[in-house]
């Protein structure tokens, strides 16, 4: 059963606007920034009034909150959640979604899914006993989502999804996005967009893994998706323990591996020797390069006070949308986010450096030739002369069929050095290329 939850496109609306008494009563540390989407902040409205509710009663109770003692068994339907974009008939929500090509802009459509995502787990992570205190949960990947067609901003849109398995800690919550064709058939709303988050769960007081409730899947798609993520779980378990572990094939792998550097490394080195007579369809990583660099607000931050997750694929993917836009020469066409990895958080006050490139090219289907960019965000830390990677995105892109039948051709990416040809190689093996 859907939990619909109420988006206020402007503020002073009715019907579930939040009004200025509302907030003024919130303690400040449930306050998120001010910055955010209007679907985002309905859904950190509603989620910081379980937070409230649950500090109020607690105080009333007296005494300091203690951790959860005894897990709970929750179903997928319990932590079920849905948002409607009312683009058909809210002109100003349509205008805050729209893009200079009338159509959704992904970047705020990421901030949204990974605000949908971060609610639906403090739903399934709640015992709602006053007493308990909250877990402070996190971010920790996204997997691949895959955009089956161009959203449109002038037919309303749905997000909704669940818990679909959890670990010791960890939780995943598959989101589907749909929306209704334009021809109004409302017996069908085909899925446009399905995302994989994971989530982490920590005590809120002294930071560490903290165990979250168990899943009980009901239906037999529930059942299927709990199989799936399971299986997904073990293989990742097993990857990082053979890699942890001693390998028995060690120079056999290594002779692999020398093989497919040398082979991408060829033509960079003909870049550097011999530029005069380098091949004319390929260009080197390093000149695909672009950068941005920001101080992160303190509108920017989450109900935990760090900078949101949401707002750094946000300003990821806008990144990464430039990066093919400038190596294609015409406009890019989002087709999936590969992978994300939160790595470390970001706080207010911090200088967050992203880099971007476009890491390889997949041109072997002339139809859908294809453009990853990887965009990597530091945190940088002048005084200490430090800098450290706090987020890796990557992306996937395609040009238009008109673009392709007007002649447009995609180059080749090469790496210069070894370091990048190493690079490359890992990233195509994380996605199965060179199986």
């Given at each position: ?21 509302k ?7 449930l ?35 203690q ?150 899947p ?13 299986a ?74 760090r ?63 294809l453009?990853?960019v990887?965009v ?14 706090s ?43 060179f199986?």
């Amino acid at each position: 059963m859907d939990s619909p939850i109420k988006v206020v496109s402007h503020i002073g609306g009715g019907g579930g606007a939040i009004g200025a008494g509302k907030s003024a009563r919130k303690p400040l540390s449930l306050w998120p920034g001010m910055y955010h989407s209007p679907v985002t902040n309905a859904l950190w409205e509603a989620r910081s009034s379980i937070f409230e509710w649950m500090m109020d009663a607690g105080a009333a109770a007296g005494g300091p909150q203690q951790p959860q003692t005894e897990l709970l068994t929750k179903t997928p339907a319990q932590s079920r959640t849905s948002i409607v974009y009312k683009f058909a008939t809210d002109d100003i929500l349509r205008e805050q979604y729209r893009d200079p090509w009338n159509e959704v802009r992904i970047g705020m459509l990421l901030e949204d899914l990974d605000a949908l995502a971060g609610t639906i787990v403090v739903k399934h992570c709640s015992d709602e006993d006053s007493t308990t205190r909250p877990l402070l949960v996190v971010t920790a990947s996204v997997d691949k989502m895959v955009l089956k067609k161009p959203l449109r901003v002038d037919t309303d849109l749905k997000i909704a999804g669940a818990v679909t398995y959890v670990g010791r800690s960890s939780i995943d919550i598959q989101i589907e996005v749909t929306q209704v064709d334009q021809d109004g058939d409302m017996h069908s709303e085909p899925v446009v967009l399905t995302a994989n988050f994971t989530f982490v769960a920590r005590d809120s007081m002294n930071g560490k893994s903290a165990p979250v409730n168990r899943l009980s899947p009901e239906t037999e798609k529930e059942k299927q998706l709990f199989g799936e993520r399971e299986a997904w779980d073990k293989l990742r378990k097993r990857k990082r323990q053979e890699q942890s572990g001693i390998f028995e094939n060690v120079i056999h792998k290594l002779s692999n591996e020398a093989e497919r550097l040398n082979v991408l490394l060829t033509e960079g080195r003909v870049f550097s020797d011999l530029p005069a007579l380098a091949d004319r369809d390929s260009i080197l990583m390093k000149d695909t390069r672009l950068e941005n660099s920001l101080i992160c607000q303190p509108q920017q931050r989450n109900l935990h006070g760090r900078i949101f997750g949401g707002f750094l694929m946000h300003r990821a993917f806008e990144l990464a949308f430039s990066t093919a836009y400038a190596f294609v020469g015409q406009r890019p066409c989002f087709l999936e986010v590969d992978h994300v990895d939160f790595l470390k958080p970001v706080d207010v006050g911090d200088f967050l450096r992203f880099k971007s490139c476009v890491l390889y090219t997949q041109l072997h289907n002339p139809e859908q030739p294809l453009v990853n960019v990887e965009v990597v965000a530091h945190v940088t830390r002048p005084e200490l002369r430090r800098s450290e990677v706090s987020n890796t995105f990557h992306f996937t892109f395609t040009v238009s069929s008109d673009a392709l039948k007007n002649g447009l051709k995609i180059r080749h990416v090469v790496p210069s050095t070894e370091e990048e040809a190493r690079h490359i190689v890992e990233r195509m093996d994380a996605e199965g290329l060179f199986d």
